[in-house]
């Protein structure tokens, strides 16, 4: 990583890290926060403070990486989970909508060398290991598209996905028992993937110690064949949401964001638009 398309800083290291217990599998993609003005020194320097108890191994935002913690040891930037911590090197991207081009150019910069280093690893949300909003709206779709060396696709069209026959709903459809995928709301027909549901045995597991619903992740895979960016994680969350509101709005059905019969085959059945 000799020649590099940003400036690069190692002026600082962060005391908040330990030594890596397995092989680098992935990079974490982080934000700092909402975009509310937050500079990049302020983030640095809190990350380099002891007290905070967390670090990345790098900061990014427009042309320039902070490196903190050498990405051949552990920083402290998945929460409490062990594999996200062990396995993965953490980004810390700028949040702010102004510097948002040139810091996504300068992440994937940093990921293309990365690669060159350990490999073809994947691009994780923080959210894949902790209950959290980070990394917010960032696109790793299209983080990881620019880090292969495409062009920025903001104005490209969606994937063109032709209609086809849905596949069949996954869950009960018997009166009384119609099940749909929603939110977390105490009620047994509500799937969100974050729990079993003893009404649809089947299609919610448990993988890697994390509740999963195979339909909805086959369903999510599909929006993205779409043009969405979620998160295949069989889990019915805030994007999940947003993107099932918007199939909606296009198919004219109740924008709920419950996925039932209808919404479930409007992934399928409906043109791009």
């Known amino acids: ?8 800083i190692t002026n600082l290291t962060s005391p908040n890290q330990s030594a890596r217990n397995g092989k680098v599998t992935g990079i974490t993609i982080h934000w700092w926060g909402k975009p509310t003005g937050q500079s990049a020194s302020g983030i640095v320097s809190w ?18 990486v902070w490196c903190l913690v050498d990405p051949d040891r552990k920083a ?5 989970n062990g594999d996200g911590n062990n396995h993965t090197i953490g980004l810390e991207l700028d949040p702010n909508a102004s510097r948002r081009a040139a810091t996504m150019k300068t992440a994937a910069a940093l990921i293309a060398d990365l690669r060159a280093v350990y490999g073809d690893v994947k691009l994780y949300p923080h959210r894949h290991w902790t209950s959290t909003e980070c990394p917010g709206d960032y696109d790793l779709t299209e983080l990881d598209r620019l880090a292969r060396g495409g062009s920025a696709s903001a ?24 099940c749909f995928y929603g939110p977390e709301d105490g009620r ?8 079993l549901n003893t009404l649809a045995p089947a299609d919610v597991v448990k993988v890697n110690g ?14 993205n064949a779409r043009g969405y960016s979620l998160d295949v994680d069989g889990r019915y969350g805030d994007a999940t949401a947003k ?18 019969p209808a919404t479930w085959a409007a992934a399928w059945t409906l043109p791009v638009q």
């Open 155 to 178: 104005s490209e069209p969606a994937e063109t996905v032709k209609p086809t026959a849905a596949p069949a709903f996954p869950l009960p459809r018997r009166t009384g028992k119609m």
């Open 210 to 223: 994390r509740w999963r619903s195979q339909g909805l992740a086959k369903w999510q895979q599909r929006m």
């Open 47 to 64: 990350l380099c403070n002891k007290a905070s108890k967390v670090s990345a191994h790098y900061v990014v935002s427009e042309g320039t």
């Open 1 to 8: 990583m000799s020649t590099r398309a940003y400036r690069y």
């Open 243 to 260: 993107a099932a509101r918007n199939l909606q709005r296009l198919a004219k059905v109740a924008q709920d964001g419950k996925i039932g």
């Open 76 to 80: 402290w930037h998945a929460g409490g």
């Open 188 to 195: 047994i027909t509500s799937v969100s993937g974050k729990g």
